[in-house]
């Protein structure tokens, strides 16, 4: 039996090798420190939880929920933009919640995605950048992650050489992996060249909350005049409270986008579990130090990985903002690729991170790593890969001039 169309046109799942050399070594009693995946470790805010408890088992919360959000929920995100953003937004008509923003963002894809339809996709991206539009039978062309003339360089290359012309340009700032950040003037240039060209603009936030320059927080697009004529954009609770688990998300801006999107997942699902939506809007309505904790946690860690790696040999950019870094593959080792290297770094050094490559074909010379272990932990993972730098000149012999032949 051949492979399903929609199926065809998806890669082998990158991190799925690294995965399986991950759980090799677990399997064989190995302490990997793991720092692939974004998977927030910390707890969700106590009085989420409490609200949690305390919704469940009421009368008709069990029952279907609104696939669009609850009426309570998508005035607490309306009510977070105009906080945060200074953005009025009506939560009636652009406001959808989501099942996490990766759900969101692919039926988006769906909604709008005619088969051959052209999208401007950022490489290295979050993989459902790309994916949910190749799934939705669209095609992609990649223009630079950086937010500066490149960008819109290979913005205007696209224009005028693609058949069709493109329908939607995706941008992600903070970047999810590169942790790249971007300001107010790139957006408001990239809602003219929006509105110049009658392109779609997808905004990626996630991370909107996780920064560490509490004198220059991410700005959203939909601060942009005009930017409502054109655009989505899309957020995640995920971590923001730590609620990965709970799935939910937002899409938030244009109506007649937003309407598009809430009529496909009308025919999908019955929105989130009514119990988690409610605890979802007492994040939002309630107390909020716990982002700022939140944040200071991920600064902690993420100056102890840059301090801890650099001793160990391996400098890493610091990153503005995500609790990502996004960093080089040392030099002895780029030769392999960023697929070869994660799994080396397992095999010899139990620690794992994610390959660039997985985010796109620009991203192979990098690794993306997570900074979702407590610092104790990060420091460890630092020693085990100095241990490893330093012996891999006399062990690794046979296997980096070998690979570097490629």
Known sequence: MTDFHRIRRLPPYVFEQVNRVKAAARNNGVDIIDLGMGNPDLDAPAHVIEKLK??????????????????????????????????????????????????????????????????????????IHAFGFLMAGGVIRSVPVEPDAQFFHAM????????????????????????????????????????KHDL??????????LYFDDNDPPPSVLQVPGAMDVTVEFTSMSKTYSMAGWRMGFAVGNERLIAAL?????????????????????????????IAEMRAT???????????????????PVPK??????????????AMGSVEFAKLLIEKAEV???????????????????????EQRIRQAARNIRRFFEQAGH????????????
Not at 269 to 287: F, K, S
Not at 395 to 406: E, G
Request: proline share 8%.
């Open 156 to 195: 205007e290359r696209a224009v005028q050489h693609s058949i069709p012309k493109p329908i939607a340009v995706v941008i992600c700032y903070p970047s999810n992996p590169t942790a790249t950040v971007a300001s107010l003037d790139f957006y408001k240039d990239v809602v003219a060249f929006a509105k």
């Open 298 to 316: 991920y600064k902690h860690r993420r100056d102890a990985m840059v301090d801890s790696f650099g001793r160990a040999g391996w400098t890493v």
């Open 54 to 127: 305390e919704t469940i088992g009421k009368p008709r919360t069990d029952r279907y929920s609104a696939s669009k959000g609850i009426p309570g929920l998508r005035r607490a995100q309306a009510a977070y933009y105009e906080r945060r953003f200074g953005v009025k937004l009506n939560p009636d008509t652009q406001v959808v919640a989501t099942l996490g923003s990766k759900e969101g963002f692919a039926n988006m894809a769906q909604a709008i995605t005619a088969p051959g339809d052209v999208i401007l996709a950022p490489n290295p991206s979050y993989p």
């Open 321 to 334: 903002a995500s609790m990502f870094a996004w960093a080089p593959i040392p030099e002895p080792f780029r």
């Open 352 to 374: 794992a991170v994610a390959p660039g490559v997985g985010f796109g074909e620009h991203g192979d010379d990098y690794v993306r790593i997570a900074v979702v272990e407590n």
């Open 395 to 406: 062990t690794l012999h046979n296997v980096v001039p070998l690979t570097a032949s490629r």
């Open 200 to 209: 779609i603009v997808l905004s990626d936030l996630a991370y909107a909350e």
């Open 262 to 290: 809430g009529r496909v997942k009308s025919y999908l699902d019955y929105g989130a579990y009514t119990p988690i939506q409610v605890a979802a809007t007492a994040a939002l309505n309630g107390p909020q130090e716990c």
